[in-house]
Protein backbone atom coordinates (compact mmCIF):
# COMPACT_ATOMS: atom_id res chain seq x y z
CA UNK A 1 0.00 0.00 0.00
CA UNK A 2 1.49 3.68 -1.22
CA UNK A 3 2.96 5.50 2.06
CA UNK A 4 3.49 9.16 2.93
CA UNK A 5 7.67 9.20 3.82
CA UNK A 6 8.69 11.39 6.83
CA UNK A 7 11.96 12.00 7.44
CA UNK A 8 13.94 12.47 9.87
CA UNK A 9 12.05 10.40 12.47
CA UNK A 10 13.71 12.63 15.15
CA UNK A 11 15.50 15.93 15.39
CA UNK A 12 17.10 17.52 18.28
CA UNK A 13 17.51 21.59 17.51
CA UNK A 14 18.61 24.31 19.30
CA UNK A 15 16.55 27.28 20.18
CA UNK A 16 16.68 29.80 17.33
CA UNK A 17 17.92 26.97 14.64
CA UNK A 18 16.43 26.45 11.55
CA UNK A 19 14.58 23.60 10.91
CA UNK A 20 13.19 21.67 7.60
CA UNK A 21 10.76 18.82 8.10
CA UNK A 22 10.96 16.86 4.84
CA UNK A 23 7.59 14.70 3.56
CA UNK A 24 7.48 12.46 0.21
CA UNK A 25 3.56 12.46 -0.19
CA UNK A 26 1.89 9.74 -2.30
CA UNK A 27 2.76 10.30 -6.15
CA UNK A 28 -1.01 10.62 -6.92
CA UNK A 29 -2.08 13.00 -4.55
CA UNK A 30 -2.50 16.56 -4.54
CA UNK A 31 -3.44 18.30 -1.63
CA UNK A 32 -0.52 18.18 1.13
CA UNK A 33 -1.11 19.09 4.35
CA UNK A 34 1.31 19.39 7.70
CA UNK A 35 -0.35 19.06 11.44
CA UNK A 36 1.57 19.28 14.47
CA UNK A 37 0.87 17.34 17.66
CA UNK A 38 2.20 18.55 20.94
CA UNK A 39 2.58 15.61 23.63
CA UNK A 40 -0.17 14.81 25.14
CA UNK A 41 -2.96 17.16 23.00
CA UNK A 42 -4.24 16.56 19.92
CA UNK A 43 -3.50 16.79 16.42
CA UNK A 44 -4.06 20.22 15.09
CA UNK A 45 -3.97 21.45 11.53
CA UNK A 46 -0.94 24.04 10.68
CA UNK A 47 -1.55 24.43 7.09
CA UNK A 48 -3.00 23.21 3.60
CA UNK A 49 -0.97 22.76 0.00
CA UNK A 50 -2.43 22.61 -3.51
CA UNK A 51 -1.47 23.47 -6.96
CA UNK A 52 1.92 24.83 -5.40
CA UNK A 53 0.54 27.31 -3.05
CA UNK A 54 -1.18 27.81 0.83
CA UNK A 55 -4.41 27.05 0.36
CA UNK A 56 -5.35 27.57 3.76
CA UNK A 57 -3.11 27.92 7.17
CA UNK A 58 -3.68 27.92 10.80
CA UNK A 59 -3.53 31.03 13.15
CA UNK A 60 -0.19 28.30 14.35
CA UNK A 61 1.24 28.97 11.25
CA UNK A 62 2.98 31.92 11.44
CA UNK A 63 5.53 33.97 9.47
CA UNK A 64 8.48 31.41 11.13
CA UNK A 65 6.79 28.77 9.24
CA UNK A 66 6.73 27.90 5.63
CA UNK A 67 6.30 25.28 3.32
CA UNK A 68 7.51 24.44 -0.16
CA UNK A 69 7.38 21.49 -2.88
CA UNK A 70 10.67 22.20 -4.26
CA UNK A 71 10.22 19.45 -6.69
CA UNK A 72 7.92 16.65 -8.13
CA UNK A 73 8.07 14.54 -5.20
CA UNK A 74 9.11 16.44 -1.91
CA UNK A 75 6.98 18.39 0.50
CA UNK A 76 9.03 20.37 3.19
CA UNK A 77 8.27 22.25 6.17
CA UNK A 78 10.69 25.01 7.27
CA UNK A 79 10.99 26.88 10.90
CA UNK A 80 12.79 29.62 10.63
CA UNK A 81 13.78 29.80 14.06
CA UNK A 82 12.61 27.56 16.86
CA UNK A 83 11.38 28.45 19.70
CA UNK A 84 11.16 25.51 22.77
CA UNK A 85 7.10 25.80 22.19
CA UNK A 86 7.56 24.16 18.74
CA UNK A 87 8.67 20.63 20.37
CA UNK A 88 6.13 18.29 18.64
CA UNK A 89 5.15 15.68 16.31
CA UNK A 90 4.64 17.33 12.93
CA UNK A 91 2.52 14.78 10.48
CA UNK A 92 2.70 15.32 7.21
CA UNK A 93 -0.39 14.00 4.80
CA UNK A 94 -1.96 13.86 1.39
CA UNK A 95 -5.15 13.00 -0.62
CA UNK A 96 -6.29 12.71 -3.98
CA UNK A 97 -9.33 15.21 -3.09
CA UNK A 98 -12.45 14.63 -4.92
CA UNK A 99 -15.56 13.08 -3.19
CA UNK A 100 -14.35 9.91 -1.70
CA UNK A 101 -11.10 10.65 -0.74
CA UNK A 102 -9.33 9.46 2.89
CA UNK A 103 -5.83 10.98 3.96
CA UNK A 104 -3.09 9.16 4.31
CA UNK A 105 -0.57 10.14 7.18
CA UNK A 106 3.37 9.86 7.34
CA UNK A 107 4.50 8.47 10.59
CA UNK A 108 5.48 11.72 11.73
CA UNK A 109 8.87 13.56 12.75
CA UNK A 110 9.37 14.66 16.40
CA UNK A 111 10.60 17.22 17.02
CA UNK A 112 12.50 18.53 19.95
CA UNK A 113 13.85 21.70 20.53
CA UNK A 114 16.27 22.48 23.74
CA UNK B 1 -16.13 25.82 11.35
CA UNK B 2 -16.57 22.29 12.72
CA UNK B 3 -15.46 20.43 15.67
CA UNK B 4 -15.18 17.25 17.34
CA UNK B 5 -15.60 16.61 20.95
CA UNK B 6 -14.69 13.08 22.48
CA UNK B 7 -16.29 13.36 26.01
CA UNK B 8 -14.18 10.07 27.29
CA UNK B 9 -10.20 10.89 28.11
CA UNK B 10 -9.49 7.78 29.35
CA UNK B 11 -11.55 4.30 29.17
CA UNK B 12 -10.34 0.86 30.43
CA UNK B 13 -11.98 -2.41 29.10
CA UNK B 14 -11.22 -5.78 29.69
CA UNK B 15 -9.97 -7.97 27.32
CA UNK B 16 -12.88 -9.94 25.23
CA UNK B 17 -15.48 -7.41 26.17
CA UNK B 18 -17.24 -4.71 23.88
CA UNK B 19 -16.03 -1.48 23.18
CA UNK B 20 -17.91 1.71 22.31
CA UNK B 21 -16.03 5.33 21.69
CA UNK B 22 -17.78 8.32 21.58
CA UNK B 23 -17.71 10.96 19.06
CA UNK B 24 -20.05 13.64 18.35
CA UNK B 25 -19.25 16.37 16.26
CA UNK B 26 -20.30 20.04 15.08
CA UNK B 27 -20.54 20.98 11.19
CA UNK B 28 -23.44 22.47 9.45
CA UNK B 29 -23.48 21.01 6.47
CA UNK B 30 -22.51 17.02 5.41
CA UNK B 31 -19.69 16.10 6.91
CA UNK B 32 -16.70 13.50 6.52
CA UNK B 33 -16.22 11.79 9.16
CA UNK B 34 -13.03 9.47 10.52
CA UNK B 35 -11.49 7.43 13.35
CA UNK B 36 -8.04 7.36 13.47
CA UNK B 37 -6.04 4.83 16.12
CA UNK B 38 -2.27 5.90 17.10
CA UNK B 39 0.18 3.39 19.46
CA UNK B 40 2.89 5.31 21.85
CA UNK B 41 5.10 7.23 19.48
CA UNK B 42 3.73 6.66 16.35
CA UNK B 43 2.11 7.34 13.09
CA UNK B 44 -1.87 7.98 12.67
CA UNK B 45 -3.75 4.78 10.84
CA UNK B 46 -7.16 5.19 9.06
CA UNK B 47 -9.59 2.92 10.79
CA UNK B 48 -12.61 3.85 8.66
CA UNK B 49 -14.04 6.84 7.16
CA UNK B 50 -18.01 7.83 6.35
CA UNK B 51 -18.68 10.15 3.34
CA UNK B 52 -22.05 8.80 2.28
CA UNK B 53 -24.70 5.81 1.54
CA UNK B 54 -24.42 3.18 4.89
CA UNK B 55 -24.64 4.47 8.20
CA UNK B 56 -22.53 1.59 9.91
CA UNK B 57 -19.30 1.63 8.03
CA UNK B 58 -16.47 -1.52 8.54
CA UNK B 59 -12.90 -0.73 9.38
CA UNK B 60 -9.67 -2.47 9.67
CA UNK B 61 -9.39 -4.84 12.80
CA UNK B 62 -12.75 -5.54 13.16
CA UNK B 63 -13.81 -2.09 13.95
CA UNK B 64 -17.04 -0.53 12.96
CA UNK B 65 -18.94 2.83 13.42
CA UNK B 66 -22.59 4.08 12.95
CA UNK B 67 -23.44 7.84 11.95
CA UNK B 68 -26.25 9.30 13.94
CA UNK B 69 -27.15 12.51 12.00
CA UNK B 70 -30.34 13.04 14.67
CA UNK B 71 -27.17 13.03 17.28
CA UNK B 72 -24.63 14.25 15.63
CA UNK B 73 -22.19 11.67 16.12
CA UNK B 74 -20.20 8.60 14.69
CA UNK B 75 -19.18 6.35 17.30
CA UNK B 76 -16.77 3.70 17.09
CA UNK B 77 -17.21 0.03 17.99
CA UNK B 78 -15.64 -3.22 18.53
CA UNK B 79 -17.53 -6.32 19.76
CA UNK B 80 -14.30 -8.20 21.23
CA UNK B 81 -11.33 -6.08 22.12
CA UNK B 82 -8.26 -7.37 22.17
CA UNK B 83 -4.86 -6.18 24.61
CA UNK B 84 -3.32 -5.17 21.04
CA UNK B 85 -6.46 -2.67 20.76
CA UNK B 86 -4.61 -0.30 23.83
CA UNK B 87 -3.78 3.10 21.84
CA UNK B 88 -5.28 6.35 21.78
CA UNK B 89 -8.16 7.08 19.12
CA UNK B 90 -8.77 10.19 17.35
CA UNK B 91 -12.44 11.41 15.84
CA UNK B 92 -11.97 13.73 12.74
CA UNK B 93 -13.97 15.64 10.60
CA UNK B 94 -13.51 17.04 7.30
CA UNK B 95 -15.83 19.24 5.46
CA UNK B 96 -17.31 18.40 2.26
CA UNK B 97 -14.96 18.96 -0.56
CA UNK B 98 -12.72 16.27 -0.98
CA UNK B 99 -9.13 18.53 0.32
CA UNK B 100 -10.26 20.19 2.74
CA UNK B 101 -8.48 20.16 6.24
CA UNK B 102 -9.51 17.26 9.32
CA UNK B 103 -10.52 18.78 12.04
CA UNK B 104 -9.14 15.91 15.63
CA UNK B 105 -11.22 15.43 18.75
CA UNK B 106 -9.19 15.17 21.91
CA UNK B 107 -8.56 11.85 22.06
CA UNK B 108 -9.75 8.90 23.77
CA UNK B 109 -6.62 6.45 25.54
CA UNK B 110 -8.04 3.30 25.73
CA UNK B 111 -6.45 0.64 28.13
CA UNK B 112 -7.39 -3.20 28.50
CA UNK B 113 -6.72 -5.04 31.05
CA UNK B 114 -6.47 -8.68 31.20
Known amino acids: EPEVTQTPSHQVTQMGQEVILRCVPI?????FYWYRQILGQKVEFLVS????????KSEIFDDQFSVERPDGSNFTLKIRSTKLEDSAMYFC????????????FGSGTRLTVV | AQSVTQPDIHITVSEGASLELRCNYS??????LFWYVQSPGQGLQLLLK??????LVQGIKGFEAEFKRSQSSFNLRKPSVHWSDAAEYFC????????????FGTGTRLLVSP
Open chain 2, 50 to 55: YFSGDT
Open chain 1, 49 to 56: FYNNEISE
Open chain 2, 92 to 103: AVGAFGGFQKLV
Open chain 2, 27 to 32: YGATPY
Open chain 1, 27 to 31: SNHLY
Open chain 1, 93 to 104: ASTTGGNNYGYT
